[in-house]
DNA sequence: CCTGCACGATACCGATCGGTATCGTGCAGG
DNA sequence: CCTGCACGATACCGATCGGTATCGTGCAGG
């Protein structure tokens, strides 16, 4: 499983279940899951379609495993933040939408891959639909668990507020509605933060 | 209602092309645009593939004036709030969130059509993706305009919190992360509107 | 050295896609 | 009354979809 390049030609690539997931990755973040058929992920990852059901049961399940590593690399990225500012939940938080507003160029007319699929997953049952609310749910109750840490008065409100202008900013993004999105986000989400309470310790 | 037409005449029905547009908004909202086909449509408008494209060139192109229609209702659905509340400002912007919010549980899982339907039109010169793009910047536009009219300091900053508000809400709703989405919703434009500014008149 | 197996290549399957051609008929507008 | 045309029905088109069967080969692990 652990490869070792070995020598096979002169460019080293990687084994063939990392080269689909890299093509899907690609495809369906430009072009929907939909619109990108089996043969079209086969031939950016320069194999065959027989290798790629070798790998996945079908279809679905290639898109839940993408959805499952893209989540996991979120969280991983959420994670770094957390431990950069430890013990300091309120400059976690803003790491948290400074990471989220870096990323929004990229995403440029795309948006973010996880609102994307879901738009394309009616079926409450499907097990990629079920890896993105998972995931969502477990982005909340992290955010809920910072803003409480930070003591502000109303963490479950205050972390739907920023889970808002965050999912907000990027549909936006999508749609060119809104221009200098990151900046705005940010000013957002420091204003949350940074609120003025009622009552003083 | 659908099922099987037992009563024939009796129930006057709509002439077909509002019957395909209509069977189109509820299979296009509940399933998505790419799955499904225009066969489907024909089915559920109870007339065939040929009476559609008698009316519409090609599938996009319905798709296209669904949403030019359902971006029409929205702008007379705003009309009527604005038109509710002449000259009060917030009274309009909160109006606006209140209809948002309420229509939260009709959306339920399925989120928002024009979202939802951007994610499967990745090409930015797809006619149906300009409709939604223009009417997005008239939202925007008209919301600036409030809270220009509002009074607040920054119109521009405060109309991107309540877009990313009301978007984020209808993420949210869809992905099932937050509980009492709508309830939230209202609080947070409430918050904005009626910010403490540094100065006073 | 030997061998099993992942791999790439190729050919195929039924189903469904968007879109077209053709024709008979009922009814609205002149 | 007459007629044109929207309509419904039916049959068809090539392309593509997800998924499968088969086979030869090169290389890694024993």
């Known amino acids: ?34 619109r990108v058929g089996v043969q079209a992920i086969a031939e950016r990852a320069e194999t065959t379609k027989m290798a790629i059901y070798r790998h996945f049961d079908t279809k679905d399940a290639l898109v839940a495993e993408w959805l499952r590593i893209l989540a996991a690399d979120y969280q991983a990225a959420f994670d770094r933040v957390e431990t950069e500012h430890p013990g300091r ?59 409480a840490d930070a003591g502000l008065p109303d963490p479950e409100q205050a972390a739907a507020e920023i889970t808002f202008a965050l999912e907000g900013a990027q549909v936006s993004t999508q749609n060119g509605s809104i221009d200098r999105v990151g900046e705005r986000l940010l000013r957002i989400v420091a204003g949350i933060v940074d609120r003025p309470r009622a009552s003083a310790p």
């Open 89 to 147: 939940p309120r400059e976690q938080i803003l790491g948290l939408a400074r990471f989220i507003a870096e990323g929004l160029p990229t995403l440029s007319h795309r948006g973010c891959p996880f609102i994307n699929s879901l738009a394309e997953l009616p079926d409450r049952s499907h097990p990629a639909r079920q890896v993105i609310e998972e995931h969502k749910a477990r982005q909340t109750r992290r955010l809920v668990g910072m803003c």
């Open 1 to 34: 499983m652990t490869s070792t390049a070995s020598r096979p030609s002169r460019v080293a690539k990687l084994p063939p279940r990392e080269r689909i997931l890299d093509a899907a990755e690609e495809l369906f973040q430009s072009q929907g899951i939909a």
